[in-house]
């Protein structure tokens, strides 16, 4: 059972590792000052990879409320807090998937044309997106590690065949022909414990 366990964990991980790391290229190549076909077909697989990836962590995290929230006793208001802001962050993390959604769809309809203008809009997404996450550092993750089971680690994994074709498949996208100094995979890992870079 631990293995299976350790399994879904590390599936898991292994997307948030990917998104941090292309996050962390998406970011770097935003700051190249030029223009040119090849960056802007970069800018959009790093998009479509976060797009997806964002959209997989609020179906994961949606589970881990849900499964953790009876773990939490009723006078438990730090656990409580917690819950009620990561709720709270996915909800205002799918408007900011959105905003950037639409902005790529603009990149790709307008090309190099675009660019400037999705710069900047990107930059405000990752703006956003990053004072989130520096908010909601709270982490439930000792409780986590006590009370949850393989069948609750299977459940928020939310893992199908599909889902992992399509991750690995957009992450080759974006490691195919990153610009230098931005592939995704020269980023190290950001653990659980460390700082939002």
Same mark, same amino acid.
């Given at each position: 059972?631990?293995?299976?366990?350790?399994? !879904?964990?590390?599936?898991?991980?292994? %997307?948030?590792?990917?998104?941090?790391?292309? +996050?962390?290229?998406?970011? =770097?190549? #935003?700051?190249?000052?030029?223009? =040119?076909?090849?960056?802007?077909?970069?800018?959009?697989?790093?998009?479509?990879?976060?797009?997806?990836?964002? +959209?997989?962590?609020?179906?994961? =995290?949606? @589970?881990?409320?849900?499964? #953790?929230?009876?773990? @939490?006793?009723? &006078?438990?208001?730090?656990?409580? /807090?917690?819950?009620?802001?990561?709720?709270?962050?996915?909800?205002?993390? %799918?408007?900011?998937?959105?905003?950037?959604?639409?902005?790529?769809?603009?990149?790709?309809?307008?090309?190099?044309?675009?660019?400037? =203008? !999705?710069?900047?809009?990107?930059?405000? !997404?990752?703006?956003? !997106?990053?004072?989130?996450?520096?908010?909601?550092?709270?982490?439930?993750?000792?409780?986590?590690?006590?009370?949850?089971? $393989?069948? &609750?680690? %299977? *459940?928020?994994?939310?893992?199908?065949? %599909?889902?992992?074709?399509?991750?690995?498949?957009?992450? /080759? /996208? @974006?490691?195919?022909?990153?610009?230098?100094?931005? $592939?995704?995979? /020269?980023?190290?890992?950001?653990?659980?414990?460390? *700082?939002?870079?």
């Amino acid at each position: 059972m631990n293995e299976n366990k350790n399994s !879904f964990e590390s599936h898991v991980s292994n %997307e948030r590792t990917h998104l941090s790391q292309v +996050r962390r290229a998406f970011s =770097d190549a #935003l700051e190249i000052d030029r223009k =040119d076909p090849s960056l802007a077909s970069f800018l959009v697989a790093c998009c479509n990879y976060l797009i997806f990836s964002l +959209r997989r962590l609020i179906e994961q =995290d949606l @589970v881990l409320h849900e499964r #953790l929230h009876p773990h @939490v006793d009723s &006078d438990n208001s730090e656990y409580l /807090d917690k819950l009620e802001k990561l709720e709270l962050g996915l909800v205002s993390m %799918e408007s900011f998937i959105l905003k950037l959604e639409k902005s790529k769809e603009r990149l790709v309809k307008n090309g190099l044309y675009g660019l400037e =203008d !999705f710069k900047k809009n990107a930059n405000d !997404f990752l703006e956003a !997106f990053l004072s989130m996450l520096a908010s909601n550092r709270h982490s439930t993750y000792s409780l986590e590690k006590k009370v949850f089971t $393989n069948d &609750d680690w %299977e *459940a928020i994994a939310c893992i199908s065949n %599909e889902s992992m074709e399509s991750e690995r498949k957009l992450y /080759d /996208d @974006v490691t195919m022909s990153p610009p230098e100094g931005c $592939n995704p995979k /020269d980023y190290p890992p950001i653990g659980h414990n460390q *700082a939002v870079e």
